[in-house]
């Protein structure tokens, strides 16, 4: 599992280097943009396509290979493998069929995005990318309402103004950092409330870039004082299953599913 760089091609580690130089072979999710890297060090090894769309058959393939004695280097477009890519199906099959699994660890986006971008980073929540569409990406947000952690996701320049205006509806005017073409030429932070970031971007021609987004913890901790059962039944009434209901509430609140349920059945 060798992580490479988010940008800047200096930012890999003597270490990936040889391994990618000595491997069997790498498995990458585009071979093109893993030749530039390669050829920038000149590497030249066998590479294989491993990417979202053929994830299941080429995860058989390279699992064949690894039992047959191959040494196998999984890498992603950019930064550390399986974190927002593909990966996970390959890497617990080979654990479950006794194979090494060895870590080379580097650049992260959205860790290098929370390093640089002063909000609290004791503890935060890393969710990947947002859901595409408006009211699950605006249901996901509600239900990460309550939590005391920063915020973390990662989003396409195309659906920012969006994700920014779901963010004031749902979490608020609170702080928000974006990071946007991490250790490239045009590397910005973008610091402000949903509305101000919005009003910045949007007097932008074109967006470009993808973004991490930080979303500060709200300001109180004060527990929600509405009723579970009013809780529960407001989820419903918007269109939530009833277990999918008391699924979020227990989220929301730091209780098991389980204890949600009883609560209510005493009440």
Do not use: W
């Amino acid at each position: 599992m060798v992580a490479t760089p988010i940008g800047n091609l200096e930012d890999i580690s003597p270490r990936a280097l040889r391994i990618l130089g000595e491997v069997d072979l790498i498995a990458c999710e585009d071979t093109r943009h893993t030749r530039k890297l390669l050829d920038r060090y000149a590497i030249s090894r066998p590479m294989v396509s491993y990417h979202e769309h053929n994830e299941q058959p080429r995860a058989t393939e390279l699992l064949a290979d690894l039992q047959a004695g191959k040494n196998i280097a999984l890498v992603s477009d950019a930064g550390t493998p399986l974190i927002a890519d593909p990966g996970y199906r390959l890497v617990e099959q080979a654990r479950l069929q006794g194979l090494a699994v060895i870590p080379v660890p580097g650049a992260c986006a959205f860790i290098a995005a929370l390093s640089a971008s002063g909000l609290p980073t004791d503890s935060f929540l890393f969710h990947g990318f947002l859901p595409v569409k408006q009211g699950q990406r605006r249901k996901l947000l509600t239900e990460l309402k309550a939590l005391p952690s920063t915020l973390v996701f990662y989003e396409a320049p195309h659906r920012i103004l969006e994700t920014l205006e779901d963010i004031a509806s749902t979490l608020g005017e609170r702080h928000v950092v974006l990071a946007r073409e991490l250790t490239k030429i045009h590397e910005e932070f973008l610091r402000g409330t949903p509305g101000e970031l919005q009003s910045v971007l949007g007097e932008r021609a074109s967006i470009k870039g993808e973004f991490t987004v930080m979303v500060a913890r709200g300001e109180s901790s004060e527990p929600d004082p509405t009723p579970l059962d009013a809780a529960v039944q407001k989820l419903i009434e918007s269109g939530v299953p009833r277990m999918e209901a008391l699924k979020t509430v227990a989220r929301q609140r730091g209780l098991s599913k389980r204890d949600v349920y009883k609560k209510l059945h005493e009440r």
